[in-house]
């Protein structure tokens, strides 16, 4: 087996907290780390279960700290989306953390359903504008603000792909459970 280096992510919603861990794919598509040999993710419930399954799989955990995944943040952030209201820069980071982390979560499940409707033409156009509304430093010119404020259509789609598909997909990637 290749040696491999991830990323711990912890995943925060309703009462349960998990660990997985991250790959970036650099040249190919990122994906959460699987059991070998299943389609189960690679999931613990402390960081350090995650790091003696990661030994036992070759695997090498980055040492940066745990990158946060606050579903929890995120559903609050979507209940309180208005009309007329800017959609603030935290708001749009965390709903951006969320989406790209239930992305890599589908496709590293083989998830399609999440992935097909995360990239509907008007699911793809709403994500580039949250995207632009986390103004990265690389991206966005100096002294320019992108704000926006999301279409009551695109407060629907955006609440239905993350809180109802998204805790879907987490349920059935075993990263949440109801035990």
């Known amino acids: ?30 994906y959460f780390v699987k059991i070998p040999g299943t389609s189960n993710l690679l999931i613990s419930r402390t960081q350090a279960g995650l790091k003696r399954m990661a030994e036992q799989y070759e695997i090498t955990i980055n040492k940066q700290a745990a990158h946060k995944i606050d579903m929890n943040r995120a559903f609050a952030f979507l209940k309180m989306l208005r009309p007329n209201k800017f959609l603030s820069k935290r708001a749009a980071k965390i709903l951006l953390a969320a989406w790209n982390g239930l992305d890599d979560v589908a496709y590293s499940i083989g998830d399609t359903d999440f992935e097909r409707n995360s990239r ?11 995207f632009f509304a986390n103004e990265l430093p690389s991206i966005t010119p100096p002294g320019k603000h992108f704000r926006i404020i999301l279409s009551d259509k695109e407060r629907k789609n955006i609440r239905n792909l993350l809180k109802k598909q998204g805790s879907r997909l987490l349920e059935k990637s075993g990263i949440i459970d109801h035990q």
């Open 1 to 30: 087996m290749e040696n491999r280096t991830g990323y711990v992510v912890f995943w925060c919603i309703d009462d349960c907290h998990r660990y997985t861990i991250w790959i970036d794919g650099v040249t190919e598509r990122d």
């Open 120 to 130: 509907m033409e008007h699911n793809q156009k709403l994500y580039e504008r949250i």
